[in-house]
């Protein structure tokens, strides 16, 4: 079982909508997560990080914890076609000799004028 | 001036070349980490410094060695690679291992 899944896509969103990227994690103990944007031939650039159970807001942006579920989604709402990019579910996993950042596999989206 | 600076940008080297990747960050963080990003493949973790100390080495060919002199700075020596060894190379740091990790704009490295 991979540490940390996402559907690959595409995703196609009209502009306009909310744009929902899911991610699971197969490590209980994982504390930190992250989402990352990455444009095509760009460097990931971090966009939201959670700790705790729940929903964090940022902008247009919407990150949601579920631990008991072990899941990790993105909103993205009012959707513009500047947002269309790779997204990166991360989860730091734990190990015996400490820890590492773990990636998923990326989800691209596509959003349509 | 970016928090994360990687030098060079494109690198093309034969597989007889030695050339080094150059990562600086101005971030004041106290854990570095190398990624290997090849297409359509997730991010793969090479190496992880904290304090300086090698806490993590995934499993990577001898033919990349990782050097890390000082908390600001981070290179990844070269020698000998293959072509399959032709990705992107992604640098980032973050406060402690557990945290956010901000990247460099990555080396492209093109094996011939």
């Known amino acids: 079982q991979k540490e940390v899944e996402q559907n690959s896509g595409p995703l196609s969103v009209p502009e306009g909508a909310i744009a929902s990227l899911n991610c699971t994690y197969s490590?209980?103990?994982?504390?930190?997560f992250f989402w990352y944007r990455q444009y095509s031939g760009k460097s990931p650039e971090l966009i939201m990080s959670?700790?705790?159970?729940g929903d964090k807001e940022d902008g247009r942006f919407t990150a949601q914890l579920n631990k008991a579920s072990q899941y990790v989604s993105l909103l993205i709402r009012d959707s513009q076609p500047s947002d269309s990019a790779t997204y990166l579910c991360?989860?730091?996993?734990?190990?015996?000799?400490?820890?590492?950042?773990?990636f998923g596999q990326g989800t691209e989206l596509s959003v349509k004028p | 001036e970016t928090g994360v600076t990687q030098t060079p940008r494109h690198l093309v080297m034969g597989m007889t070349n030695k050339k080094s990747l150059k990562c600086e960050q101005h971030?004041?963080?106290?854990?570095m980490y190398w990624y290997k990003q090849s297409a359509k493949k997730p991010l793969e973790l090479m190496f992880v410094?904290?304090?300086?100390?090698?806490?993590e080495n995934n499993s990577v060919p001898s033919r990349f060695s990782p050097e890390c002199p000082n908390s600001s700075h981070l290179f990844l020596h070269l020698h000998t690679l293959q072509p399959e060894d032709s990705a992107l190379y992604l640098c980032?740091?973050?406060?402690?291992?557990?945290?956010?990790?901000?990247f460099g704009q990555g080396t492209r490295l093109t094996v011939v």
């Open positions: 980032a740091s973050s406060h402690t291992e557990n945290t956010e990790a901000f």
């Open positions: 490590d209980r103990g994982s504390q930190s």
């Open positions: 959670i700790y705790s159970n």
């Open positions: 991360a989860a730091f996993v734990y190990y015996n000799q400490g820890g590492k950042l773990i």
């Open positions: 971030l004041g963080h106290n854990a």
């Open positions: 410094y904290s304090l300086e100390e090698r806490v």
